[in-house]
């Protein structure tokens, strides 16, 4: 005998543990299959990109901080890049090291945590979690020692960065870095082949390499798909044209590959920064720029407001999420005249019904962490 | 490095297969007729030449005379980029073709700009509101914004179209 059942309405959040902040999914139910799901979000928007248009290009640096707050290094450096590619302005080469450095340590710091609370939404409750905290945490330290701030940090200025390192910097860096192989190899035992994780996510929310394609999705999850495209390879900013390192790229494209991507990218970063902080040279770290004033150490500071010749530009980068990129279009005066963040996490999310309809409740939660979602940036 | 296709070569390559679908070339940017532009696009995308199969962004911009659509492509295949945009001179019910059926991840994005810009696409499967509430008064992002009803007056005088200023681009002054 069949029994027939009518299709029931779940909500997933907005207030729910695995949404990764005020994100509603509406699931409609057979039983535990999912028939439909549909994204409820905006509780978090803050119409940013009107604000924006309100507010000097200097004074938008500390927005970026709070769209993907969790990476706030790389939200600055798409940002700053895209007014200096507006404007012309050449960086100086330490200034470029610096940001390259600290986007990866930024990248460390976002992927440890994308990966602790992947293994949370798997069922490995809070223990990885607070593993990946250890290290996160020495992070934001060294962000603390470079301008003071631990999360929304506003560091990089247009034309180069807020101010230099100070002396004690590279020693706690270096010693950092010597720490963490260590670290990633006992994560990597502890959940590379854990049964349950495996069990979770093998097979789960799979995309093909030409679905992620045809639907704009970037980053890790693109690369765990089987398309080996990094922007930092395909198309160098920074530093990064100097730096050797791989790009990782997984086969299936299922949940558990961008989980394995993400952990390997953790060990690149780390192989990156190795070289960076050896090959950083000494100089200014800041451009002179129109009306930039000079502190008495010699150190430029951005003017507070400058006016971008008539014109409109788009720079992205390889954020820890995905392509991040700035378009600002300017009418020549003080403030951009259209301001649009795309922002990768809001893009990734495109593809969540096409991987969860067919599969239960308990793999939605696990596709839900493995796009990894900023609900910041989604809403902005 | 990504090779950056400019307007010109973009829109002559999109002349020698559609002729007279280009309306205006710039270094920048090609704009298409959007009559032809779900045509075009389908033709880069497939086109072994040209190969966008990723859309990198998708946005709307209010010109104040005209809104106008940025599409930035992407070709995987050849490491190029470029710039396409489409314009809607009408501002009261502004609407361009949806690009969904040619690229999937535009859903998300074209909810975003006919939410916040009002720029209806026709096609797409589910056009509605997305981080603001169904019933919401105007449509943010525009221009003019703070003269629709219902919309905020904070009564400052450096926002732009309030009643009695005119309507202008800022800088212009």
Redesign the interface.
Known sequence: MTIKSEPFVVNVGPQHPSTHGVFRLRLTLDGEKILDADMVMGYLHRSMEKLAEERTYTQNIPFTDRTDYLAAMTGNLAYVMAVEKLMEIEVPERAQWLRTIMAELQRIASHAMAVGIFANDCGAWQTPVMHMFRDREKILDLFEMACGARLTLNYMRIGGVSKDIPDEWLPQAHRLLKDLPKRFAEYEDLLLNNEIIVARSRGVGVLTADQAMAYSVSGPMLRASGVAWDIRKADPYAAYDKLDFDIAVGTNGDVYDRFVVRLAELRQSLHMLEQALDMMPAGPVHERIGTSTVQPWGQAVAPLAFRPPVGETYARIESPRGELGYYIVSDGGPAPFRFHIRSPSFINLTPLKLMSVGSTVADAIVILGSIDIVVGEVDR | ??TKVTGLEIAHAIEQQFPDAVAEAQP??AVVKPERLVDVLTWLRDDADHAY?????L?G??RIEWLEV?Y?LES?KH?R?T?IKVRSEDRESPSVPSVVPV???????ER?AYD?LGIRFEGNPDLRR????DGFAGF??RKD?LNMPGGQMPGLE??PGEPGVPLS????E
Do not use: C
């Open positions: 490095m990504t920048e940017f199969k990723f859309l990198s962004s946005t911009v209010d940025v930035h995987i490491n980029a710039v690229w999937a991840g535009a859903q998300l994005q975003e916040l997305i981080f603001l509430w943010p992002l914004y450096r926002f681009g800022r800088g212009t």
